[in-house]
């Protein structure tokens, strides 16, 4: 059964570094997404990305964050300068529905640990 | 915020029928109601999602009052991996799956 797919598993970073996170989405799948979860709390939606461009994005996605498509496969999310406050958990998600389809497939997760 | 509400936690014993509910008094007509489940540090998987029509496949089944204030997942004969957070969503205005604190199902030997 295909999944998504992401790695690393865990990053340990220093504060102020960038940071780079990538994941693998379903082939056949064209809405791709990024959630964190910060230890403990609730699951937050990052940004969504469509025909290589951001169809939606949340109040925490600031000018830090940004993502690409770099190639057919990978979909990265890269932190500029990363604060304490983005150790988190970071979901990638892919659909194959329409945007408004909210049927989406999560990797197993980046754990980001900023120090 | 969210728009539904959900039970912190239950239990429930294996092999029985664990019943989650969910209220979602102030979705729209053509707002979907979508279940995922969160098994420990992993990533959420998707379950099940419904607007009118009660629904089943392989994982459960949805079952949506009539007049879609609110719904109840339905595993059938519930195991010990299917402990985790499960949490009933409706997407919020910005088309953005908004996440509440789900209820906590322990399933019990």
């Known amino acids: 059964e295909p999944e998504v797919t992401q790695t690393p598993s865990h990053q340990v970073t220093q504060m102020g570094q960038e940071v780079i996170l990538r994941c693998v989405p379903i082939?056949?799948?064209?809405?791709f997404y990024w959630y964190r979860q910060i230890l403990g709390q609730k699951v937050e939606f990052l940004v969504s990305f469509y025909n290589n461009e951001i169809s939606e994005k949340s109040e925490i996605f600031d000018d830090q964050f940004s993502v690409e498509r770099p190639d057919g496969s990978n979909f990265t999310l890269k932190i500029r300068s990363t604060k304490l406050e983005d150790s988190a958990m970071y979901f990638c998600?892919?659909?194959?529905?329409?945007?408004?389809?909210?049927?989406?497939?999560f990797g197993p997760g980046t754990r980001l640990t900023v120090t | 915020d969210a728009k539904t509400t959900q039970p912190p936690s239950m239990d429930c014993a294996e092999g029985r029928a664990a019943n989650l509910p969910c209220n979602h008094s102030?979705?729209?007509?053509?707002?979907?109601v979508y279940w995922y489940r969160q098994i420990h540090s992993q990533g959420p998987q998707y379950i099940i999602h419904g607007l009118k029509n009660n629904e089943t496949n392989e994982m459960a089944s949805l079952i949506i009052t009539e007049d879609r204030k609110s719904s109840t997942l339905i595993l059938p004969h519930a195991t010990l991996r299917d402990t985790a957070v499960y949490y009933c969503i409706a997407p919020d205005s910005n088309y953005q799956l908004i996440w509440g604190a789900g209820t906590k199902l322990i399933i019990k030997p």
């Open positions: 102030t979705i729209s007509g053509n707002e979907y």
């Open positions: 998600a892919s659909s194959e529905g329409d945007l408004y389809s909210y049927e989406q497939y």
């Open positions: 082939s056949n799948h064209l809405y």
